[in-house]
């Protein structure tokens, strides 16, 4: 089983910006439609961003315009770079495959303070 390892997060200020990034193993990310998804408390994880084996990517709407996903196939490396960040970015982030999900990573916290 691949194992998917996110770290990144950390408490920023609205507006402010963050980086995450998820280390995946071998080929993972080159092969896979690849997911940015968050859970924020008391709610159902989302999906935020994807990224296709073509490097097609695609956005929520709550993120398009703010958030960036890309990928770095020989770090083996999945980032997100999240700009104007707003208090409702709050959530543990989470990257996975779309299609028949790895046991999920302890994702990284990301919390936006006013």
């Known amino acids: 089983q691949v194992q998917l390892v996110e770290s990144g997060g950390g408490l920023v200020q609205a507006g402010g910006s963050l980086r995450l990034s998820c280390a995946a193993a071998?080929?993972?990310?080159?092969?896979?439609?690849m997911v940015w998804y968050r859970q924020a408390p008391g709610k159902q994880r989302e999906w935020v961003a994807l990224i296709d084996p073509s490097g097609t990517t695609d956005y929520a709407d709550s993120v398009k315009g703010r958030f960036t996903i890309s990928r770095d196939t020989a770090k083996n490396t999945l980032y997100l770079e999240m700009n104007s960040l707003k208090l409702e970015d709050t959530a543990v982030y989470y990257c996975?495959?779309?299609?028949?999900?790895?046991?999920w990573g302890q994702g990284t916290q990301v919390t936006v303070s006013s």
């Open positions: 996975n495959r779309l299609n028949r999900p790895f046991p």
């Open positions: 071998g080929n993972t990310l080159s092969i896979n439609v």
